[in-house]
Structures are given as structure tokens and as C-alpha cells.
């Protein structure tokens, strides 16, 4: 989704993954969905206008109003939290803290609330 917003062409892999990445995933967690997201910020960035697409898409993902209506929060952001995913929801590498898919708590949430 972030890979496909205006400007891409001058925005670099690592800066979507490091900048955007994590403001994203929190933005899903408390009720935006990525199509809802991905059309905000892509009304608030004019590629052709500015240097650097990444870091305004960031600032923008910082100010985020609240979730629009009809959007209920998402089932990752009431699961509890855990040592792979740390409550985001999305497995990090261990080396590097970069998401690397799904998690096993969201996977199966009874039972990673019965203990």
C-alpha cells in the first residue's frame, strides 16, 4: 500500500520500511483501513512539488486525525501484547525489527488469550 502512493519513483525501499512502516501498522491499529489511509495521504502529498514524498507522507502519518466513520478498530489492536510482535500485530525480525508477516498471536487469538 505505501509503495504505491504518488512519488514512489523517488522514494527509497528503506525509508518506506524504517519512516512509514511503523506509523502505518499504528494507524491500521486504531481503525484506519489501507485503502482509507492510502487515499488520505495520497490527497495530502504532491510528489511533483515537494523533494522528499517519504518525509511528507511521515509528517502526515504523525498528524493523522481520528479513523474515519463506519471504521471500527482492528482486531489486532485489542489481542494482547507479545515478545514476536510487541502488540503491532506483524512478526519483527529479530536482528533487524523489521515486520516479517502476520503473527502467531493474531493467527490464533483464543488461544493466545488462554493460558
Excluded: Q
Amino acid at each position: 500500500m505505501l509503495l504505491g502512493l504518488p512519488g514512489r519513483d523517488r522514494m527509497n525501499g528503506a525509508d518506506v520500511a524504517e519512516m512509514l512502516l511503523p506509523l502505518a501498522v499504528e494507524a491500521v491499529a486504531v481503525g484506519w483501513t489501507a485503502s482509507k489511509l492510502r487515499s488520505h495521504l495520497a490527497r495530502s502529498c504532491d510528489p511533483d512539488r515537494v523533494f522528499d514524498p517519504a518525509a511528507i507522507y511521515r509528517m502526515h502519518l504523525k498528524k493523522l486525525p481520528d479513523a474515519p466513520a463506519g471504521s471500527s478498530a482492528h482486531p489486532a489492536a485489542a489481542a494482547p501484547k507479545c515478545d514476536k510482535c510487541n502488540g503491532s500485530g506483524l512478526a519483527e525480525d529479530p536482528e533487524t525489527f523489521l515486520p516479517i508477516g502476520p503473527c502467531e498471536c493474531r493467527r490464533a487469538p483464543v488461544l493466545a488469550t488462554t493460558s
